[in-house]
């Protein structure tokens, strides 16, 4: 009784908290080192952007948190338990810049693919499917095989396979990354109404700083080499709650100062990368700490 | 309604530009296949015109340069014409009183050979899979046995004949005892397995990164991720090598019924006639053509197989 008391009570708090995080990778060419000293905490039901240049390890934290990945140093949790915990839980669902359908099997047979390993019964995973079908658009394709579909539809059975275990969490790398422009701006407003549905949290990776913009509560802006947070954007205090937006912010004059404001967080991390004293000038959320280490790290 | 039409209509229904409706790949239709046994017959009646070409062109004792024969002999001794081939097989074996037709004795040899292949093909699919599974288990194993699979198969069959027929002929399981015939078939499947252990390595290590972790993120075990992920998306890797295990079996047994000393099969049989050839030179031919047909009913076998699996292989360009 009480050990179920104690696994519910974090599902209010956090749904995912890092601290202090490191990951170094070692290679054959010498080490890498791709995340130093991160923190971020996401609340429950919140969305959470991580933007930045390539290679500052949007990726890899994202996998971290998904236990794909080890962290070399720091800690991870998701809902207070720790990420292998919450992994073997289901208590994400996951989606990449490619679809990474099944082949052989058929739109619905992909989306139940995560029940079936899951031991959930055939009449179940069925009704599951259907309405996970009916959420994204694509019931009349439930027969159809992936390669009968276009990249966009592809990349929403996807989504729907990541929420066919009721995730509290979603985890996204980039999904709309290899669609249309026109495409990609549809996915974002259906993902903005899936959140609203689902209520589940969701640490989104994106290169795209609209795309930020139109879906975060808060944007993470990342810097390279090695990847630590430059700056934290709180985009929700002007557009308001992430899951209430609709197409027409698209077009308002406060969407165009978020834009802006995570333009300049961007560029002001690519400037420190170049110059040391670019650093010195840039205040974000870190504690001072922090802002000493990066201080007294060669450039 | 015209399939056009009906995909405007789901077009129209779900408004999204992304919704373009792709057209099902076309099934291999019943036209590429009566086309294919076309090109089949056509393949089959050049050769014979060919052969036939060659012996009105070239000599009846070839053609020497400096004292060697550099186009082979085309006298009806060497090379019958394609009819009196065809004809022979419908000839008593011999002309013993109740002999059967040729063709008779070729096929009951050629299906006691097909048997044995079977048996050995089945072996060497059986041993290559677990290998194969082995060495993706552990990358370890994959070091430590690949490079012995591959050598494995530079051992000639000459050599090993002998071998598996000493070390049968130790074994006895209580009133089982080890016959010829089980030499032949451990010999076909010692050249079976080798295309399947390394074909089905390479399609169990197919999967693209993005596929190992998603399954890894739905805390999927070995054997799930084996099932549902690895093994269905080996199979276009693995047809082609069955294919080629059933052409080694075939091989395999031929040449290990002639070398084991085996009776009853088609290897024994193209001995046994073309040591007679000289009174009968069309004879000679007809235990080749069994052996012609029992390769094409074991490739024809896997690609039935293969049919099966169809639906293992979309996308995949159909040579
Ligand atoms: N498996 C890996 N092995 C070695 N280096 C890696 C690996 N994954 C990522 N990296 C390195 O870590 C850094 C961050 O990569 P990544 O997280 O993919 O960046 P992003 O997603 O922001 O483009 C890069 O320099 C990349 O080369
Ligand atoms: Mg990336």
Redesign the pocket.
């Known amino acids: 009784m009480s050990s179920g008391r104690k696994n519910a009570a974090p599902t209010t708090g956090a749904a995912v908290s890092v601290g202090r995080l490191d990951k170094v990778?070692d290679?054959k060419g010498g080490t890498?080192h791709?995340l130093q000293g991160i923190d971020v905490e996401v609340a429950a039901g919140e969305f959470v952007s991580l933007i930045?240049p390539?290679?500052?390890?949007?990726?890899?934290l994202l996998r971290i948190i998904a236990d794909l990945e080890q962290p070399t140093g720091g800690t991870v949790t998701v809902f207070g338990k720790d990420a292998r915990r919450a992994r073997l839980d289901q208590d994400y669902g996951i989606a990449f810049q490619q679809s990474g359908l099944l082949g052989w099997r058929t739109i619905a047979a992909n989306i139940e693919l995560p029940l079936e390993l899951h031991g959930v019964g055939a009449r179940d995973r069925h009704a599951r499917s259907a309405e996970l079908l009916d959420l994204v658009g694509l019931t009349e394709f439930a027969d159809r095989f992936p390669d009968q579909l276009s990249g966009g539809m592809q990349q929403r059975v996807a989504i729907a396979r990541s929420l066919a275990e009721r995730p509290n969490l979603l985890l996204m790398d980039e999904p709309f990354g290899a669609l249309d422009e026109m495409t990609r701006e549809r996915m974002q407003t259906e993902l903005v109404r899936i959140c609203a549905e689902t209520g589940a949290a969701v640490v989104f990776?994106t290169h795209s700083i609209p795309e930020a913009a139109f879906l975060s509560d808060r944007v993470v802006v990342m810097s390279p080499r090695p990847?630590r947070i430059q700056r934290v954007v709180d985009v929700d205090v002007d557009l308001g709650p992430a899951h209430e937006r609709t197409d027409a912010l698209r077009e308002d004059r406060r969407f165009f100062g978020a834009v802006t404001a995570i333009r300049e967080a961007l560029h002001a991390g690519s400037a420190s990368a170049g110059t040391p004293d670019g650093a010195q000038r840039i205040t974000g959320p870190t504690g001072p700490d922090d802002r000493h280490d990066r201080l007294t790290e060669p450039a | 309604m015209s399939e056009r039409a009906a995909a405007t209509r789901v077009a129209a229904r779900s408004a999204d530009p992304s919704v373009t409706l792709v057209p099902p790949p076309r099934p291999a239709g019943r036209r590429g296949r009566a086309r294919m046994a076309l090109m089949g017959v056509l393949g089959v009646l050049a050769t014979a015109v060919l052969w036939e070409l060659y012996k009105v062109v070239v000599p009846d004792d070839g053609v020497l340069m400096a004292g060697v024969r550099v186009l082979p002999r085309t006298s009806d001794i060497a090379m019958p014409h394609t009819w009196e081939m065809v004809a022979r097989l419908f000839e008593p074996v011999t002309r013993a009183a109740g002999a059967d037709p040729l063709w008779l004795a070729i096929l009951s040899a050629a299906g006691f050979s097909l048997g044995i292949a079977a048996i050995g093909w089945v072996i060497g699919v059986v041993v290559g899979l677990a290998l194969a599974l082995l060495m993706q288990r552990f990358s370890l194993a994959e070091s430590g046995v690949l490079p012995w699979v591959v050598l494995s198969q530079t051992v000639p069959l000459i050599a090993l004949a002998p071998l598996v027929r000493n070390w049968g002929s130790k074994l006895q399981v209580g009133p089982i005892s080890w016959e010829n015939w089980m030499s032949v078939a451990v010999i076909a499947s010692y050249l079976a397995f080798f295309p399947v252990a390394v074909g089905a390595l390479r399609g169990l290590q197919s999967p693209d990164a993005i596929h190992t972790d998603l399954l890894r993120s739905y805390a999927a075990s070995w054997r799930q991720t084996m099932v549902r992920l690895r093994l269905p998306a080996s199979v276009p890797y693995l047809l082609p090598a069955l294919r080629l295990a059933a052409a080694n079996a075939v091989i395999g047994t031929v040449v290990a019924e002639v070398s084991i000393g085996l009776k009853g099969g088609i290897g024994r049989m193209i001995l046994e006639f073309a040591q007679s050839a000289g009174g009968d030179p069309p004879k000679s031919w007809g235990p080749i053509f069994g052996a012609v047909l029992l390769g094409l009913l074991a490739a024809g076998s896997v690609a039935l197989l293969g049919v099966g699996l169809r639906r293992y292989r979309r996308g995949e360009e159909l040579a």
Not at chain 1, 54 to 60: A, D, N, V
């Open positions: 990778f290679t890498v791709a930045g390539s290679g500052c390890g949007k990726s890899t990776v990847g």
